[in-house]
């Protein structure tokens, strides 16, 4: 089984609906974030997570909300999407080692191509 | 303000020549730095991270990069190319605040 798994992996839906992108991870990693790809931008920070309760924007968060329901689960809202939300979504989590310093691993999922038409 | 540059687009190389995918970086604390690469239609994979080891690191598939602080650089090189390299790489740095992606480099490989 992945240890970050995406859901739905692709998606398409019309302006104006309201759609959730889910990931759960068995890495029990505390920070979890949602980026998106597009062609030539790489990918931008949408929200970041780094526990339940701690839940920050990224730079292009508008348009956008998240819930961590646990620590495994980070859910990504589009609340009425438009068609410049068309992209490819990753999940991703980490940890971070306080007493070294720095990150260990940098686990993504597979990915979610979402449409909208 | 953390970032991240990759300093080209694009590059091209001949199969069996050297690969040099550039990487410099901003942080305000010291940073884990990591390559990932996509291949078409894929999602992304690991090929090698520096955590504040030896500054010259080895990865998966031949690759390696040197992590320079004096120039905050974190370079990717690979001594000869193979056909299935093509794909896009990204340059990745980690602070405690957060983790930003370069924009990418798509890497062409010439039978």
């Known amino acids: 089984d992945a240890d970050v798994t995406q859901t739905p992996r692709n998606r398409i839906t019309k302006t104006g609906k309201r759609i959730m992108l889910e990931c759960s991870q068995t890495k029990g990693h505390d920070r979890m974030y949602w980026y998106r790809q597009d062609p030539g931008l790489g990918l931008r920070l949408i929200y970041y997570s780094f526990d339940v309760k701690d839940i920050n924007k990224g730079e292009i968060s508008d348009g956008y909300s998240v819930s961590r329901q646990a620590q495994a689960k980070f859910s990504l809202s589009l609340e009425s999407a438009i068609p410049n939300q068309t992209a490819l979504y990753f999940c991703?989590?980490?940890?971070?080692?306080?007493?070294?310093?720095?990150?260990?691993?940098?686990?993504f999922g597979n990915g979610t191509r979402l449409t909208v038409t | 303000a953390q970032s991240v540059t990759q300093l080209d687009s694009h590059v091209s190389v001949s199969e069996g020549t050297p690969v040099l995918l550039r990487c410099n970086y901003s942080?305000?604390?010291?940073?884990?730095l990591f390559w990932y690469v996509q291949h078409p239609n894929k999602g992304l994979q690991l090929l090698l991270k520096?955590?504040?080891?030896?500054?010259l690191v080895k990865g998966i598939n031949g690759f390696e990069a040197e992590f320079k602080k004096s120039e905050t650089s974190f370079h990717l090189t690979k001594p000869s190319a193979h056909m299935s390299d093509a794909a896009e790489y990204f340059c990745?740095?980690?602070?405690?605040?957060?983790?930003?992606f370069g924009t990418g480099t798509k890497l062409q490989v010439i039978p």
């Open positions: 520096y955590t504040s080891a030896a500054t």
């Open positions: 942080s305000s604390y010291s940073p884990s």
């Open positions: 990745v740095v980690g602070s405690y605040q957060k983790v930003t």
């Open positions: 991703a989590t980490s940890d971070f080692l306080t007493g070294t310093g720095g990150y260990s691993s940098l686990h």
